[in-house]
């Protein structure tokens, strides 16, 4: 308890020490971030400080475009908000990427996209940002190749492990990288065949998805457990040394004695920590923190979405503080618009979004 203590304070204090040089403007002098000798945390690779991830997913602007739909006729706009989500007090960025942007077909990668990928890096060096790297996303269906959609199980997640090598290849030199997340919320089907890859729209976007439609004999864990294998395996096979992780619907919030799947310890065995997406309800942060306990499987522990969305400001600040002994890090939200332009939103949500904003400043630089 107390390292974590620590460890977030430290992390808190992280922003304003870019002046200093510990967070320093150029790639070079930026410290490679890696799991503690213990397990129990995360630290600076060169100086052992630990490091606690506070930041945000810059997965859409205030319009609702995908950062790639933007960041080639748009760039000044990607280098502004780098340095508003900084001023924030930020340490990290959590970026995702559409397979279809990074795969032309099902072997030939998209080296125009890898480019900027490239620049985005630098980028976030230069301003002081870890870089929470999510991929295969299928958020805009539309944007879905065919080709991709067509393809079985096995052939598919070949062309996810093609994806991630090319990836890889881009970022295993930059210490910019914090991680690798190999997919935003995957799912496995039921007894029957789901039919469709992706599961559910949101918002005009599709967040979570399908890594097999049908069981064919096997046990969902068997699934997990090859699917995070083969991933895991391309990867490593380019870059040895950043972390990989991959973030989870926590379904021991909704179902009563729900255990993890992907973070299982035989499942999980190539990732190097856990992440969780949580929105506590109303009323039931105790509730929440139990189910949050249950991610405690000897590894790191990233909320890696939270949002007052289902519960008031004050309930999210006390889930947060409670759940310090046992987290290393939250990544909240941040679409492009800077308090001062919510604040002229005359509506509920920009009253919203100013109080989450100055509530997360705030607390990047508390205590």
């Known amino acids: 308890m107390t390292q974590r203590l620590l460890a977030f304070g430290w992390a808190c204090l992280a922003p304003l020490l870019t002046s200093t040089g510990v967070f320093a403007a150029d790639s070079p002098q930026l410290e490679w971030i890696k799991v503690s000798s213990d397990n129990k945390g995360f630290v600076q690779a060169r100086s052992g400080e630990p490091f606690v991830v506070w930041g945000v997913n810059y997965d859409h602007d205030r319009g609702g475009a995908l950062l790639e739909d933007y960041w080639r006729d748009d760039w000044e706009t990607v280098v502004e908000d780098f340095k508003e989500i900084k001023a924030l007090g930020a340490n990290v960025v959590r970026i995702h990427l559409q397979l279809g942007r990074y795969m032309k077909t099902a072997k030939l990668p998209d080296e125009a996209n890898l480019e900027q990928l490239a620049k985005l890096l630098k980028l976030a060096a230069r301003t002081g940002l870890y870089?929470?790297?999510t991929g295969l996303g299928c958020y805009h269906k539309q944007d879905v190749p065919k080709w991709y959609d067509k393809l079985e199980e096995s052939e598919r997640w070949k062309v996810q492990a093609r994806f991630w090598q090319a990836v890889a290849k881009v970022c295993k030199d930059s210490?910019?990288?914090?991680?690798?997340?190999?997919m935003n919320e995957p799912v496995l089907p039921g007894k029957k065949n789901s039919g469709e890859w992706l599961a559910g729209e949101f918002g005009g976007k599709y967040f979570v998805q399908r890594i097999a439609r049908e069981?064919?004999?096997?046990?969902?864990?068997?699934?997990?457990k090859a699917w995070v294998a083969q991933l895991s395996s391309a990867i490593r096979e380019v870059d040895p040394?950043?972390?990989?992780?991959?973030?989870?619907?926590?379904?021991?919030?909704?179902?009563?004695?729900?255990?993890?799947?992907f973070h299982d310890p035989e499942v999980g065995k190539p990732l190097d920590f856990v992440s969780v997406h949580f929105y506590p309800r109303t009323g039931q942060v105790d509730a929440a923190l139990d189910a949050l306990k249950v991610y405690e499987v000897?590894?790191?522990?990233v909320i890696e979405e939270i949002f007052p969305l289902k519960c008031s400001l004050e309930e999210l600040d006390a889930f947060i503080k409670k759940s310090r002994v046992y987290t290393d890090g939250w990544i909240s939200f941040y679409w492009g618009k800077t308090i001062k332009e919510y604040q002229k939103d005359a509506d509920i949500s920009g009253a919203l979004m100013?109080?989450?904003?100055?509530?997360?400043?705030?607390?990047?630089?508390?205590k």
């Open 215 to 224: 069981l064919k004999g096997r046990s969902r864990k068997e699934i997990a």
């Open 175 to 182: 210490p910019a990288i914090f991680c690798y997340d190999l």
């Open 241 to 261: 040394k950043h972390m990989i992780t991959v973030g989870v619907i926590p379904w021991a919030l909704t179902f009563k004695g729900a255990k993890p799947l």
């Open 298 to 301: 000897g590894k790191p522990l």
């Open 354 to 366: 100013t109080q989450w904003l100055q509530y997360f400043q705030e607390n990047s630089l508390a």
């Open 131 to 133: 870089i929470d790297l």
